[in-house]
């Protein structure tokens, strides 16, 4: 592997000296997220393809830390954690058999476990960068009490590769739960935002929540379907009382198990059932995310009540994250998500325009200068991933 690396180097010092861009490559199971833009012939075709240097480096499951190359199958990873009863926490997404390791660091998402496990800079201990010098930059270690200094091993997650390329990474894993169990009921969006308030406030064994509407869309869905942008808060009532169904999934010891599903009641899925459910909103293939279809995350205040977007939703993470299905002014959703004190990206353009300032909420002017000075600190000369986080860097 160390010819690998080598040769990763070389290919950033031959792109420093040509003063070319740089297109950090995995598995491509992500390339739609983000400024996202086809290489063409002009970028010098530039692309620094991580997958040849792959496989695990350290394991020790008695100490819960794993370290990975970049290039390593996400799907390898887990198998691997999974035969010594262990996972990643925060259920990354895969959309795709060819999902790596650092596309999963980079790209920063989590699934339906990040509700109460976290997010994937959590559980980043940390990190090797390659510049754009070509140097290999170290960032935290391999033990959970590693604090020295400013971490930025956890800032390159969700970072989609702007300061460099992530060579590897020492990850924190958990061991699988005890036991789970899914629950299912019916409830509008607004009972549903209820009922995961009052279990905030109780002790009970809940890995994740959701809620989706009946028919797995709502009274935003003829308006979505007419291709127009959706009117945002016009009939707020209706959608509060939209019918549908919450899901809730318990992990943990069987004592709590089985408290937590007295108190909560409703029908038990099957295992089968349950995993086909999480899997679904995890790897959205669930029939809410209609890939013809712009796809918004907002995230709000999880306190936050039922909101008409004028397009269909899907609630997850208590009510912090709120899928919209369809066509919305960016502007529009971005100001009413700011209101409400959260945040709008696109996630999925699905060949509707990017916005003019690209796909993200725009960033504090305070975020935007700490990142300006991480981006001039580690890719001074501007190789890496050009606008594919925010448009100007």
């Not at 070389?10 to 992500?30: E, I, N, Y």
């Not at 290489?39 to 100490?63: A, F, K, R």
């Not at 995993?275 to 995350?297: A, C, I, Y």
Request: glycine share 10%; with cysteine.
């Amino acid at each position: 592997m160390e010819f690998v690396l080598s040769e990763l180097c070389d290919q950033v010092m031959t792109a420093h000296a040509g003063h070319k861009p740089l297109f950090v490559c995995g598995g491509g199971s992500k390339s739609f997220y983000g400024n996202h833009r086809p290489v063409t012939p002009q970028d010098g075709h530039c692309l620094l393809d991580m997958t040849s240097y792959n496989g695990i480096i350290n394991y020790q499951p008695s100490e819960l830390v794993v370290t990975v190359r970049a290039g390593t199958p996400l799907a390898m990873l887990e198998a691997e954690l999974a035969e010594h009863g262990q996972m990643l926490a925060f259920e990354p997404p895969h959309f795709s058999a060819t999902a790596t390791v650092g596309g999963c660091v980079a790209a920063g998402l989590a699934g339906p476990r990040r509700m109460t496990a976290g997010g994937v800079r959590d559980f980043v201990l940390g990190a090797r960068l390659l510049d754009s010098q070509g140097r290999l930059l170290s960032f935290g270690g391999e033990v959970m009490k590693n604090v020295a200094g400013y971490d930025v091993s956890r800032l390159l997650a969700g970072s989609l590769g702007i300061f460099g390329a992530i060579v590897d990474v020492s990850l924190k894993v958990l061991p699988k739960p005890f036991e789970e169990c899914s629950l299912r009921f019916e409830a509008t969006q607004q009972e549903a935002l209820t009922y995961f308030a009052q279990w905030r406030s109780q002790p009970l064994a809940i890995s994740a929540t959701s809620w989706s509407s009946a028919d797995g869309y709502d009274a935003g869905t003829a308006r979505a379907d007419h291709g127009a942008e959706a009117a945002i808060g016009a009939d707020a009532a209706d959608v509060a009382n939209t019918a549908g169904y919450v899901t809730v999934r318990l992990s943990g010891a069987p004592p709590a198990i089985r408290a937590a599903k007295a108190s909560i009641g409703g029908d038990e899925l099957d295992a089968e059932q349950a995993h086909l459910w999480w899997t679904s909103l995890r790897e959205q293939v669930h029939p809410f995310f209609k890939s013809d279809r712009p796809l918004w995350r907002v995230a709000l205040p999880p306190t936050t009540p039922a909101q008409d977007f004028g397009v269909p939703t899907l609630v997850e993470w208590g009510g912090g994250q709120r899928w919209l299905s369809g066509n919305l002014d960016a502007q529009a959703v971005r100001a009413r998500a700011e209101q409400l004190g959260g945040h709008a990206t696109l996630f999925r353009a699905a060949g509707s325009a990017i916005p003019a300032d690209g796909v993200f909420h725009p960033l504090s002017s305070g975020v935007a200068a700490i990142t300006r000075r991480l981006k001039q600190e580690l890719d001074p000369a501007g190789l890496f991933n050009p606008g594919r986080l925010v448009l100007e860097l």
